[in-house]
């Protein structure tokens, strides 16, 4: 890199000296004493030249001077000599009035009425803005009375407080052994006096949960569909795949008909493709037990569709919603199928009315108009194409979510049950069935804990406590911990949850079911609807928790992303 050249071009010279004229000029305006009123009002009557006779005049007004002539100039250097000689106040309405050339006189009348605190001066101008700001933030923050019901299964939690939590990773014998025992027996420890209820105790009864299979070599949840890995050695050994296939049977038979019975509120499967949510009867105002199953695929719906598990779609939009119909009751007429299908407003081919014949067959009517078989043939592709391309749009997106209701749970239990497609056959988790994660024992289920972790964070100069909390956290998990936190802690304390984001869907689908079923007041179940915490008295969720989840209010179910707990007044913001 060359040295800086010791000349100095005339732009350069120029801008030093008019800098250096400025900053005399400065220095003189702050070594002047401030003007008076009358001093102000002379001086700027001087500056001030408002005369327009001139212009009016027309052809009598004065001849224009030449803006280049060298009088002109000096006249100019003169007014700006002037006025920078003037004693500038920035903080005075009237300074502003002088830099813009008005007359910054008023009527002594009207200045005694004019009040100080509504002129728009520049700080009063900030100090509006700032208190506006201040009451619109209050304002936009709205408190809740209680946590929402999040379907969605988490990952990762995370807690974080200025003052250090009441529990540690380090538990001793009786806390461990009061927490399991509380868990498994699904008893309230806060009014058990013969277990410990220490925080500690609490705090782990709050992270178990129960899980099938289990394979202390693999991580079976959650289950990445594109890891790339060596094919399992279960693959190959076809007596360990049918002996995890029949315990996985067993297990999941047992927690279906814990479901039915209303002793198991509700519980997850999980496969490599797909997550089913199955819930109970009387959750979220759904009179009888359902499932969503998400994301799913054209394929996937198909095969429910020849099963006769009827389904709807409430995540896809009103010109693509679909609701499986039997075959009889389709047009016979092929050319329609796809658009029965699809169902979309694009397609709205109908028959006619007048030609009471269903048994015409379409590709006879177009060879009757002299087209080729050939061509025939061509156009049915176009159309099926067509209609698979319509019907695969939505794939593995939030919008493929089904739900079935329902008998047509227990037909998707029987679909499941028996689909060989649920295993995959290559991969890390070949001959591995899905997994299933409740929060209630079952035959063949594992206790298994949260993986707790324990640090310190230093956010803006201040230590912040956080303890993070990784596994399959349910729904329940997270009302269960929030109750044991407000309990033990007095400080004010945050979360931020990690999702697995194909169950996001689960979410957005209950808001919008709990809607319809809170929409429908005439149907024959709906007086049914007020013993729903009370047929579930027995599914192992506390009393108040019960009630909550069994609200048929729609504005329960909402995504949680971070939660903040306020101690002053026991409410949640989220």
């Not at 003052?163 to 420890?189: H, M, N, Q």
């Not at 007429?333 to 379409?362: A, I, Q, R, W």
């Given at each position: 890199?060359?040295?800086?050249?010791?000349?100095?071009?005339?732009?350069?010279?120029?801008?030093?000296?008019?800098?250096?004229?400025?900053?005399?000029?400065?220095?003189?305006?702050?070594?002047?004493?401030?003007?008076?009123?009358?001093?102000?009002?002379?001086?700027?009557?001087?500056?001030?030249?408002?005369?327009?006779?001139?212009?009016?005049?027309?052809?009598?007004a004065d001849k224009r001077k030449n803006p280049f002539s060298k009088s002109n100039i000096t006249q100019q250097n003169k007014r700006v000599k002037v006025d920078t000689d003037l004693p500038l106040d920035e903080s005075s309405d009237k300074t502003l009035f002088t830099l813009l050339k008005l007359p910054a006189t008023v009527p002594q009348k009207a200045a005694q009425e004019l009040d100080t605190e509504k002129l728009s001066t520049f700080s009063n101008l900030l100090q509006k803005f700032t208190a506006d700001h201040s009451v619109e933030s209050v304002v936009t923050e709205k408190k809740y009375k209680h946590l929402p019901i999040d379907w969605a299964l988490k990952t990762?939690?995370?807690?974080?407080?200025?003052?250090?939590?009441?529990?540690?990773?380090?538990?001793?014998?009786?806390?461990?052994?009061?927490?399991?025992?509380?868990?498994?027996?699904?008893?309230?420890?806060?009014?058990?006096?013969?277990?410990?209820?220490?925080?500690?105790?609490?705090?782990?009864?709050t992270c178990l949960y129960w899980q099938h299979p289990h394979l202390p070599w693999l991580n079976l949840y959650p289950r990445s569909s594109g890891k790339v890995a060596a094919t399992s050695f279960m693959a190959t050994n076809e007596e360990v795949k049918k002996a995890l296939h029949r315990e996985w049977t067993e297990s999941f038979r047992s927690l279906f008909q814990l479901l039915r019975a209303l002793h198991c509120p509700y519980f997850y499967v999980c496969a490599n493709t797909f997550t089913v949510l199955f819930r109970a009867a009387g959750l979220c105002g759904v009179s009888e037990p359902c499932a969503l199953i998400t994301p799913t695929s054209r394929g996937f719906r198909q095969t429910l569709r020849q099963e006769d598990v009827e389904f709807t779609m409430p995540l896809r939009s009103e010109s693509k919603k679909k609701l499986n119909i039997s075959?009889?009751?389709?047009?016979?007429?092929?050319?329609?199928?796809?658009?029965?299908?699809?169902?979309?407003?694009?397609?709205?081919?109908?028959?006619?009315?007048?030609?009471?014949?269903?048994?015409?067959?379409?590709?006879?009517?177009?060879?009757?108009?002299?087209l080729e078989t050939e061509v025939i043939k061509k156009i049915n592709h176009n159309q099926t194409r067509m209609a698979h391309t319509a019907e695969s749009s939505v794939d593995s997106a939030a919008e493929s979510l089904v739900f079935v209701r329902g008998a047509d749970a227990q037909a998707l239990f029987n679909f499941l049950l028996n689909c060989k497609s649920v295993v995959s056959p290559t991969g890390p988790f070949a001959g591995v069935p899905p997994t299933l994660l409740a929060p209630t024992a079952f035959h063949g289920g594992t206790l298994h804990s949260l993986k707790v972790g324990e640090k310190t964070v230093l956010a803006d100069s201040k230590k912040y406590y956080s303890i993070e909390l990784r596994g399959p956290i349910l729904?329940?998990?997270v009302h269960t911990l929030f109750n044991v936190l407000k309990k033990s802690s007095s400080a004010q304390f945050s979360a931020t949850f990690a999702h697995h984001q194909p169950t996001l869907a689960f979410t957005y689908a209950a808001n919008g079911i709990a809607e319809d079923e809170s929409s429908k007041e005439n149907e024959p179940n709906h007086f049914s609807k007020a013993f729903n915490k009370e047929n579930l008295s027995d599914c192992g969720i506390s009393e108040s928790m019960l009630q909550h989840f069994c609200s048929p209010d729609p504005a329960v179910v909402k995504p949680l992303d971070s939660v903040k707990y306020n101690t002053e007044d026991d409410t949640y913001t989220w």
């Open positions: 890199m060359a040295p800086p050249s010791p000349w100095k071009r005339p732009n350069e010279v120029m801008q030093l000296h008019k800098l250096k004229k400025r900053k005399r000029a400065l220095q003189e305006r702050m070594k002047q004493p401030t003007p008076s009123t009358s001093e102000e009002t002379s001086i700027s009557q001087k500056t001030v030249d408002l005369d327009f006779s001139r212009i009016l005049n027309g052809e009598h990762r939690l995370r807690l974080m407080s200025p003052k250090p939590f009441a529990w540690t990773s380090k538990l001793k014998a009786s806390e461990e052994a009061s927490g399991i025992t509380g868990f498994v027996r699904c008893l309230d420890t806060t009014s058990e006096s013969s277990l410990d209820t220490s925080p500690r105790a609490l705090f782990h009864q075959d009889e009751d389709k047009p016979k007429n092929s050319s329609f199928d796809s658009c029965y299908d699809t169902m979309d407003e694009g397609c709205k081919l109908e028959p006619d009315g007048d030609s009471g014949d269903e048994e015409e067959d379409p590709d006879q009517f177009l060879s009757q108009l002299g729904p329940t998990t």
